[in-house]
Nanobody, 117 residues
């Protein structure tokens, strides 16, 4: 079993920045991919960014250029640096882990990001 704990969400003004963190614990295999998704009220959950076990990154077009996803050396924590935030970025942001070998997927409980003046 894998547990994911997100942090770093909160209220920020338009144009501001936030850094989200996701700490993984439990039965973590050596190779796993991590990512961030978001879900706004009344909308489907959508991909924000991913980072593979090899360090390859991918970003959603709607936030490309405003995001940086990264991990620590042990990849027990993944970060999402968000800049130039807009009101439409308001959503619950969810961390996810996919174990490469088993293809098992785990989700965190989410952290609220609110962009408002």
């Amino acid at each position: 079993q894998v547990q994911l704990v997100e942090s770093g969400g909160g209220l920020v003004q338009p144009g501001g920045s936030l850094r989200l963190s996701c700490a993984a614990s439990g039965s973590i295999f050596r190779l796993y991919d991590m990512g961030w998704y978001r879900q706004a009220p009344g909308k489907q959950r959508e991909l924000v960014a991913t980072i593979t076990s090899g360090g390859s990154t991918n970003y959603a077009d709607f936030m490309k250029g405003r995001l940086t996803i990264s991990g620590d050396n042990a990849k027990t924590t993944v970060y999402l640096q968000m800049n130039s935030l807009k009101p439409e970025d308001t959503a619950v942001y969810y961390c996810m882990v996919e174990i490469v070998i088993s293809r098992s997927i785990y989700w965190g409980q989410g952290t609220q990001v609110t962009v408002s003046s």
